[in-house]
């Protein structure tokens, strides 16, 4: 029997000859030597058996055709200027790699809302139960360019009013303005005003109600935001193992509407080769262990991988937070 008859024989699954060589890799070794590798089909009958130690000699000896291979069996893969990418739809596509029920953490579909971005904490805390202290949580941490925001924000809403006396620096102002029931805030006053936590706390019980509302605002947007942008980097983290960087997203024609653009989430792989190389020797032997069989990686990933676990902050970062307070002030107040 021929080579050619060898080579039919195993594309259509028949390889009891496989034992005269004494293994498949001394065969793929032979067809190779005399130049035949192409004439094998990695998509023949021979997929139950030995598809994978063919696309591990692929990888071994003409690393095109294992790409090509991969590329065309793996839908979520693109080798992009030679690296393996994975492109999905949505990044909430990666959940599958974490647990679906997770003890003391975060399920799989609330992993799936974090990185679509539609996450909802349950209508997140009462922004009036997240700090008893609205001057110390906002106020002392504003910057210069807000500072001076609040400042004129007061004196406008405060021009013309006659503030009572509650404090001693009022008391003190007041007195200094001749008049001792009351005291006019401007621009000669306003700064020692808002340093005065007392006098604040005042302000804002009364003539200030509306910037105290405004406050708790900012603060609970801010800390809500934080505790989100902690849980996506916590989810994010986990995933660091398995791609490289943040990823990005590509416009690309419909591939059924004309005139129709789609929006693709592409992330490049880390450990792609070696992953799929360990799955593949793993998976020797067995249907339902070839790339065929999976059609993703990310299926893969999920079947032969153990899932990932992540658990929630207790509190978000009191950096992030404050960064936010300054960000959103001038939007709320």
């Known amino acids: 029997?021929?080579?050619?008859?060898?080579?039919?024989?195993?594309?259509?699954?028949?390889?009891?000859?496989?034992?005269?060589?004494?293994?498949?890799?001394?065969?793929?070794?032979?067809?190779?030597?005399?130049?035949?590798?192409?004439?094998?089909?990695?998509?023949?009958?021979?997929?139950?058996?030995?598809?994978?130690?063919?696309?591990?000699?692929?990888?071994?000896?003409?690393?095109?055709?294992?790409?090509?291979?991969?590329?065309?069996?793996?839908?979520?893969?693109?080798?992009?200027?030679?690296?393996?990418?994975?492109?999905?739809?949505?990044?909430?596509?990666?959940?599958?790699?974490?647990?679906?029920?997770?003890?003391?953490?975060?399920?799989?579909?609330?992993?799936?809302?974090?990185?679509?971005?539609?996450?909802?904490?349950?209508?997140?805390?009462?922004?009036?139960?997240?700090?008893?202290?609205?001057?110390?949580?906002?106020?002392?941490?504003?910057?210069?360019?807000?500072?001076?925001?609040?400042?004129?924000?007061?004196?406008?809403?405060?021009?013309?009013?006659?503030?009572?006396?509650?404090?001693?620096?009022?008391?003190?102002?007041?007195?200094?303005?001749?008049?001792?029931?009351?005291?006019?805030?401007?621009?000669?006053?306003i700064d020692q005003i808002v340093n005065d936590q007392e006098t604040m706390d005042d302000l804002m019980d009364n003539d200030l109600g509306e910037l105290k509302n405004e406050l708790y605002s900012v603060y609970g947007n801010a800390y809500n935001s934080a505790y989100e942008d902690d849980l996506y980097e916590n989810v994010w983290g986990k995933l660091d193992d398995y791609f490289i960087g943040n990823g990005v997203w590509d416009s690309r024609p419909h591939v059924y509407k004309k005139d129709t653009s789609i929006q693709k989430f592409i992330i490049p792989i880390h450990n792609f080769e070696s992953n799929i190389l360990d799955y593949l020797k793993l998976n020797n032997g067995y249907q339902s262990g070839t790339l065929e069989y999976w059609g993703s990686y990310l299926s893969i990933l999920s079947e032969d991988w153990e899932c990932l676990s992540v658990y929630p902050s207790d509190y978000p970062s009191s950096k992030k937070v404050d960064e936010n307070i300054n960000d959103m002030f001038t939007s709320y107040i």
């Open 1 to 189: 029997m021929d080579i050619s008859d060898l080579i039919e024989k195993f594309n259509n699954g028949e390889t009891d000859f496989i034992k005269y060589f004494s293994n498949v890799s001394t065969f793929l070794k032979f067809v190779n030597k005399r130049g035949l590798l192409d004439e094998l089909d990695p998509d023949g009958k021979l997929s139950d058996d030995y598809q994978n130690d063919l696309v591990i000699f692929y990888y071994e000896n003409d690393k095109e055709k294992f790409n090509k291979f991969v590329d065309k069996h793996l839908g979520d893969v693109e080798y992009i200027n030679g690296t393996p990418h994975l492109v999905i739809n949505s990044k909430g596509e990666l959940a599958q790699l974490f647990c679906k029920n997770n003890r003391n953490g975060i399920d799989r579909d609330t992993v799936e809302a974090i990185l679509d971005g539609e996450h909802d904490n349950n209508g997140w805390w009462s922004y009036h139960d997240l700090t008893d202290n609205i001057y110390q949580s906002v106020i002392e941490e504003l910057n210069k360019e807000n500072f001076s925001y609040l400042k004129n924000y007061i004196l406008k809403h405060l021009e013309g009013i006659k503030v009572d006396i509650n404090t001693e620096l009022l008391e003190s102002i007041a007195e200094q303005q001749g008049h001792p029931e009351y005291v006019i805030v401007d621009p000669s006053n």
